[in-house]
T-cell receptor, first 115, second 110 residues
Framework: EPEVTQTPSHQVTQMGQEVILRCVPI?????FYWYRQILGQKVEFLVSFYNNEISEKSEIFDDQFSVERPDGSNFTLKIRSTKLEDSAMYFC?????????????FGPGTRLLVL | SQQGEEDPQALSIQEGENATMNCSYK?????LQWYRQNSGRGLVHLIL?????REKHSGRLRVTLDTSKKSSSLLITASRAADTASYFCATGQAGTALIFGKGTTLSVSS
């Protein structure tokens, strides 16, 4: 069964450094998403992406964050200057369409630790 | 803003028993989805129920939706130790974002 994959599984970085989290969505899906889950807290929506544009973003997704689809398969989340509070599990997801009725399929996550 | 909130926060049962988890939300929705998360791992999609549906089954899972009460329940029948995980409801509205609740931590002991 097709699945969303993410790399790396774990990333440790120093505060102020840039990180890029990578995702390969399911191949025929058109909408891509990033969510994060701070330890012990809810899963929070960051951003959705369709047709090479941001479709929707949350208040969390400020100027420090950016997303990109650099080629036909990868979808990336960049954090320009990491802060301690960026430490979290970051999940990528994809869906066939962006309609509210569609299932979003999640990857296994990247655990980011900012020191 | 809409918000799924699960109840109870934690549930401990014996293998073979049924587990029921509830979710409440605040605003109208297009659908409600249930996900499972094993400790420190990714989110696994379990079931999606649309706003015009009242009940849905998938294997040992039964989900109900009451839009008048803005609530949903997830029933796992004949639970197994492997069902031990956190269970989240997530609501979808007009936009693309899913709004997750805090989750119910289910522990099934053998």
């Amino acid at each position: 069964e097709p699945e969303v994959t993410q790399t790396p599984s774990h990333q440790v970085t120093q505060m102020g450094q840039e990180v890029i989290l990578r995702c390969v969505p399911i191949s025929n899906h058109l909408y891509f998403y990033w969510y994060r889950q701070i330890l012990g807290q809810k899963v929070e929506f960051l951003v959705s992406f369709y047709n090479n544009e941001i479709s929707e973003k949350s208040e969390i997704f400020d100027d420090q964050f950016s997303v990109e689809r650099p080629d036909g398969s990868n979808f990336t989340l960049k954090i320009r200057s990491t802060k301690l509070e960026d430490s979290a599990m970051y999940f990528c997801a994809s869906s066939e369409t962006g309609q509210g009725e569609e299932t979003q399929y999640f990857g296994p996550g990247t655990r980011l630790l900012v020191l | 803003s809409q918000q799924g909130e699960e109840d109870p926060q934690a549930l401990s049962i014996q293998e073979g028993e049924n587990a029921t988890m509830n979710c409440s939300y605040k605003t109208s929705i297009n659908n409600l989805q249930w996900y499972r998360q094993n400790s420190g791992r990714g989110l696994v999609h379990l079931i999606l129920i649309r706003s015009n549906e009242r009940e849905k089954h998938s294997g040992r899972l039964r989900v109900t939706l009451d839009t008048s009460k803005k609530s949903s329940s997830l029933l796992i029948t004949a639970s197994r130790a492997a069902d031990t995980a956190s269970y989240f409801c997530a609501t979808g509205q007009a936009g693309t974002a899913l709004i997750f609740g805090k989750g119910t931590t289910l522990s099934v002991s053998s």
